[in-house]
């Protein structure tokens, strides 16, 4: 598990575990981790802001101060079914997993009488997903990204071609259906466009992307934007 995962799902059990908390022992082993990590995991969460309490002493430990839980969520079930389909419809797009885990958290604050609207629609909703790349490639790719760090790759060319590349990677782009890594290619000197499905190997390497920018990939197609873009 990845640190940024883990800090999520740490701060997901503190918040299970409500006013109770749990000790640094016990959260460690729940994450196959040392206590030293699970302090230095939970430090880091304090200082990104998260309401992390601590209690001394036989009993004590560390836990999320009360009222830091998402606070009852107003949907709809078509608009609950509607965040649970677009989830569901594309296992391959980037962060899938977190978008589901976030889905997850909403649906477990909605009002019960919703949330029961919502299963019974989401059963007359079918779709067909494709299968998704390897996990360990996605993680590779989206860790990078986020951290702006360059990532190597095993990547098959549609000719059949493989190559191993050093990419800096600067977005990811969904286009025709399928969804691509755009980065700066340190093999071609170049950016480049390489779909995700053709990527069987990726790591993220501990070296820092030179700052190549999201203007030099170019405008969007005229049928892209940001997913951050607001209708017009």
């Not at 802001?49 to 601590?54: D, E, Q, R, V, Y």
């Not at 390897?134 to 951290?147: D, I, K």
């Not at 030099?216 to 017009?232: F, I, K, L, M």
Request: charged share 25%; glycine share 8%.
């Amino acid at each position: 598990m990845k640190r940024a995962e883990r800090l999520h799902a740490l701060t997901e059990m503190l918040r299970r575990r409500g006013v109770h908390g749990s000790s640094a022992e016990r959260l460690a082993r729940e994450f196959a981790v040392s206590v030293r990590t699970i302090k230095r995991d939970l430090a880091a969460l304090e200082r990104s802001g998260a309401p992390i309490w601590s209690r001394p002493g036989p009993g004590g430990g560390y836990g999320l101060a009360v009222g830091s839980s998402l606070p009852p969520v107003t949907l709809s079930p078509a608009q609950a079914v509607a965040l649970m389909a677009a989830v569901a419809a594309n296992p391959d797009a980037p962060y899938n997993d977190l978008a589901r885990a976030g889905v997850a958290k909403i649906l477990d604050v909605v009002d019960p009488r919703t949330r029961a609207r919502a299963d019974e629609l989401a059963a007359r909703v079918w779709v067909d997903a494709p299968a998704a790349p390897s996990r360990a490639v996605r993680s590779a790719l989206e860790e990078a990204l986020t951290e702006q760090r360059v990532v190597r790759v095993r990547y098959t060319a549609e000719t059949g071609t493989v190559t191993t590349r050093d990419v800096e990677p600067v977005l990811f782009a969904a286009r025709e259906g399928r969804w691509f890594l755009v980065g700066w290619c340190r093999l071609r000197e170049a950016m480049r466009w390489f779909a995700v499905a053709r990527i069987d190997r990726a790591t993220a390497l501990s070296i820092a992307c030179s700052g190549h920018t999201v203007a030099e990939v170019g405008r969007p197609p005229a049928t892209s934007r940001p997913v951050g873009g607001q209708d017009a």
